[in-house]
C-alpha cells in the first residue's frame, strides 16, 4: 500500500514537472503578468475591439488546461472567466473598462492552474464541485455577451447617424 502512494505521489510530482517545464506554461504566466499586473487589458478594453484582442490571449490558458493539466472543471472556470471579462468590457461608456481594472481574470485564471498542478487541493475540490454551475454560467455569459453586442451596435450606429446628420 505505501508503494501505491508513493508511486502515485511521484506520478503526480513527475506531472508538476512537465506542466512547469511546458513554454505555454511560461506563456500563461507572461500573459497574466502584462495583462492583470501590468494593467493592459483595461488599457485594450479603451480601444474598438480591444476586448476581443484580449480574449484572445485565453488560448494558451485554455490550451494548458485542456491539454498539460487535462482538466474540464478548470477549463470550464478558466472559459467562464474570461466571458464574464468579455461581458463586463462590453458594458458600455467605459463601466465596463474601469470594472476591468478589478477583476483581473488574468491572474485569477494563472492562479487556478498554478493550484491545478500544485495539487492544491482546495482549488480543485472548488473548481471540481463548481463545473456543472460552470456549464450553466457559460450559458448565461453567451446569451448575455450576444444582447451586450447587439446594445453595442445599436449604440454605435446611432452615434454615427448622429454624427452624419451633423453634417448633411
Not at 504566466?29 to 480591444?50: H, N, S, T, V
Not at 488546461?65 to 458600455?92: E, H, R
Not at 481594472?101 to 482546495?122: A, M, P
Request: aromatic share 14%.
Amino acid at each position: 500500500m505505501q508503494d501505491s502512494r508513493l508511486s502515485k505521489a511521484q506520478l503526480r510530482e513527475a506531472r508538476r514537472l512537465r506542466v512547469e517545464r511546458a513554454h505555454s506554461y511560461h506563456i500563461v504566466k507572461r500573459i497574466a503578468e502584462w495583462m492583470d499586473r501590468y494593467y493592459l487589458d483595461p488599457i485594450l478594453g479603451f480601444i474598438p475591439a480591444g476586448d476581443i484582442i484580449s480574449a484572445g490571449l485565453i488560448v494558451p490558458y485554455l490550451y494548458v488546461a485542456s491539454f498539460k493539466v487535462q482538466s474540464i472543471p478548470l477549463t470550464l472556470a478558466i472559459l467562464c472567466n474570461v466571458l464574464l471579462d468579455v461581458a463586463m468590457g462590453l458594458i458600455p461608456f467605459w463601466i465596463g473598462d474601469i470594472l476591468d481594472f478589478f477583476h483581473r481574470s488574468y491572474v485569477r485564471n494563472y492562479k487556478l492552474i498554478v493550484g491545478f498542478v500544485e495539487g492544491d487541493e482546495e482549488i480543485i475540490r472548488k473548481v471540481n464541485k463548481r463545473a456543472i454551475w460552470m456549464v450553466v454560467l457559460l450559458i448565461v455569459l453567451c446569451v448575455l455577451i450576444y444582447f451586450l453586442f447587439q446594445l453595442a451596435g445599436m449604440f454605435f450606429t446611432s452615434v454615427i447617424g448622429f454624427i452624419s446628420g451633423l453634417f448633411s
